[in-house]
């Protein structure tokens, strides 16, 4: 599953800050998921709590902040945003938006013990 390869990597992300910041205990995370990440929200909180166990970050909760997805369009050469791949340019209509943005995902912001 491509959410639980996610979910171990932001782990081993916080695992870093751990050592580096000090703390023990992640209590909440706040997750950046942009719109074009192809990220479903649920198999992720899903994943976070089934490999969370034993970590630091068992019983975090998982908070996710929606990011839009941006993209170029080369129709009318405007930044637009887009809700998904393959989506028209909100502004002319036309098909060929170049995605160019908020097609990943961060960590946003911690709060930690
Ligand atoms: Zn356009």
Known sequence: MHEMSLVQSILRILEEQA??????EVR????RV????????EA??????AAGQGTLAEGARLEI????????CIDCASRVTIPTHGAPCPACGGTRVRP?????????ELEVA
């Open 28 to 31: 909440t995370v706040w997750l």
């Open 19 to 24: 050592t580096e910041q000090d703390f023990t």
């Open 100 to 108: 160019t943005g908020g097609d990943d995902l961060a960590i946003a």
């Open 65 to 72: 902040i929606a990011a839009p997805g941006e993209g170029w």
């Open 44 to 49: 992720l909180r899903f994943c976070f709590e």
């Open 34 to 41: 942009g719109a074009l990440s192809h990220v479903d929200p």
